[in-house]
Nanobody, 112 residues
Framework: QVQLVESGGGLVQPGGSLRLSCAAS????????MYWYRQAPGKEREFVAL????????NYADSVKGRFTISRDNDKNTVYLQMNSLKPEDTARYYC?????WGPGTQVTVSS
């Protein structure tokens, strides 16, 4: 069955960096587009970034463009989200997504 497991979240100061990982299994990882979403308390879940199956194409929400980078390693069945210049408004639970499947998420808190 499809499994997505995020990791790498934590508490970081404004301006800091984190790298999230999503380990995937149960499907042909190299054939699918992968997504990162996030959900802040009291807000709807929102799109953050996507990466095509080969990694040749990416897309970002305007709010993270220039600060976040999505990448993937098809040999390791893992998708990453490098987050730099973090802001308090980036505080949210971050989720990995493949079609209708979601991971449990990893919490990112940006605070001094």
């Amino acid at each position: 069955q499809v499994q997505l497991v995020e990791s790498g979240g934590g508490l970081v100061q404004p301006g800091g960096s984190l790298r999230l990982s999503c380990a995937a299994s149960g499907f042909t990882f190299s054939s699918v587009t992968m997504y990162w979403y996030r959900q802040a308390p009291g807000k709807e879940r929102e799109f953050v970034a996507l990466i095509s199956s080969t990694g040749d194409s990416t897309n970002y929400a305007d709010s993270v463009k220039g600060r976040f980078t999505i990448s993937r390693d098809n040999d390791k069945n893992t998708v990453y989200l490098q987050m730099n210049s973090l802001k308090p408004e980036d505080t949210a639970r971050y989720y990995c997504k493949k079609s209708v499947y979601w991971g449990p998420g990893t919490q990112v808190t940006v605070s001094s």
